[in-house]
């Protein structure tokens, strides 16, 4: 938005301020400055003998790895108030202000330091991290193939500013924003932790269930997958002569790509609706079919939720259980036990250049079955608490895309 004097004035404000917003380069409001290369670090694997060296990866959940700290050292110190940006990489333009934890380590050569001088480093942060900064940073990744961010071009990132106390107001809001996304964050990861943690006891069976006279059910079995399934996946006929990729349908041919996170990722699909799919009986899914990936990435699990829809293509096989005898919710879960990946899935793959599984090996994987009641109660409680992650996922997505609007409108 332009105002009548031909400044841009944000779509969003605080409707208490009213001056104009000032234009400036990066390096005319903070010092940037490269971190301790490779010349000043000397590693050491006792902490208590040496500082934390801080790169762009702590901030995302990297291994620690501690520094002697030398009198070199002490001038690549963070202080409060600090930003890093990463400097290289698929990271490179990733900003993050220092919390206190970090404080008094010493900082990086690929996560150059930004120190402000006297404006709000919680609103340059967030400032930072907008689709105006991010655009400029595109611009100077054109045609590299690995994307780099030298101090010039850091320094020469524009900012618009408005005075300190309009700064601190958009800051303490967006960190308010931030603070509640963070909550959520760590209320889902409670809730995995302790799915993983009851998966354990239940698989284990060190918890058990109950019938409805009070009673334990009878001793699980152990069989194997072919036992209580149909396990089969594309031939290779049928994908030559039968499937005609195209870019738009109806008709999804769910390949390898497409199962992630126990759930199917649509996001980039191809659809046969002008294949011969008449021919493709043995290749059409339907609800409760499990999908499981045999090549490449392993043990990828999903489950189908409609009929009519898709189609096996090539990676990926399909799971079609005696539901007389296995509840798929229950099979699904079962699969996602670390020890079942470790024990049956792993002792299977091939040791070629790549990893894969046959249709006879898939077949051979053991499961521990318990009665179908039984199942059907496991199944039902897992897929709640799974249920209640995927909500706060959600509400955590629904923060996140709101909290990019707020930039787009509050900034220019």
Not at 334 to 352: A, C, D, G, M, T
């Amino acid at each position: 938005m332009i105002n009548p004097s031909g400044n841009p004035i944000p779509l969003l404000r605080f409707e208490e301020y009213s001056a104009l917003w000032k234009l400036q380069k990066l390096n005319s409001i903070a010092e940037i400055k490269r971190g301790a290369g490779s010349q000043y670090i000397k590693y050491v694997s006792n902490p208590r003998n040496g500082i934390r060296l801080i790169r762009i990866g702590d901030f995302l959940g990297s291994e620690p790895v501690f520094v002697e700290d030398t009198r070199d050292m002490k001038r690549f110190r963070l202080m409060k108030g600090d930003i890093l940006i990463a400097g290289t990489g698929a990271t490179a333009g990733i900003t993050f202000l220092v919390p206190d934890n970090f404080i008094d380590h010493a900082f990086s050569y690929n996560a150059p330091r930004i120190r402000v001088i006297n404006d709000s480093a919680n609103y340059l942060v967030q400032y930072l991290k907008s689709n105006l900064v991010l655009r400029q940073q595109q611009s100077l990744f054109t045609g590299l193939a690995q994307p780099f961010l030298d101090m010039r071009a850091i320094g020469g990132f524009k900012i618009h500013l408005p005075t300190l106390p309009e700064q601190q107001k958009i800051a303490a809001f967006l960190s308010a924003v931030d603070t509640k996304i963070q909550q959520l964050q760590r209320k889902k990861e409670l809730l995995e932790q302790y799915k993983k943690g009851v998966m354990q006891k239940i698989f284990s069976q060190e918890i058990r269930f109950k019938n409805e006279d009070g009673n334990d059910y009878p001793d699980w079995e152990e069989r194997s997958l072919g036992d209580v399934g149909d396990v089969s996946k594309l031939a290779g006929y049928e994908f030559t002569k039968h499937i005609l990729y195209e870019s738009k349908g109806e008709i999804i041919a769910l390949r390898g790509l497409n199962i992630k996170n126990n759930s199917l990722d649509l996001s980039n699909v191809k659809y046969i609706d002008n294949s011969e799919l008449g021919k493709l009986g043995r290749s059409k899914l339907y609800i409760d079919d499990l999908m499981f990936t045999y090549i490449g990435t392993i043990g990828e699990v999903a489950l189908i939720k409609e009929d009519n829809r898709f189609y096996l293509a090539p990676n990926v096989s399909r799971i079609r259980l005696n539901k007389d005898i296995a509840n798929p919710l229950f099979v699904i879960q079962h699969f996602n036990l670390p020890r079942f990946k470790q024990r049956e899935v792993k002792k299977y793959i091939s040791s070629s250049s790549q990893p894969a599984l046959t249709m006879g090996n898939v077949r051979k994987f053991l499961i521990h079955l318990p009665t179908l009641e039984e199942q059907n109660k496991i199944a039902s409680y897992l897929g709640t608490v799974d249920k209640c992650a995927n909500l706060i996922g959600k509400q955590i997505g629904g923060i996140n895309h709101f909290k990019k609007g707020l930039l787009q409108q509050m900034f220019i």
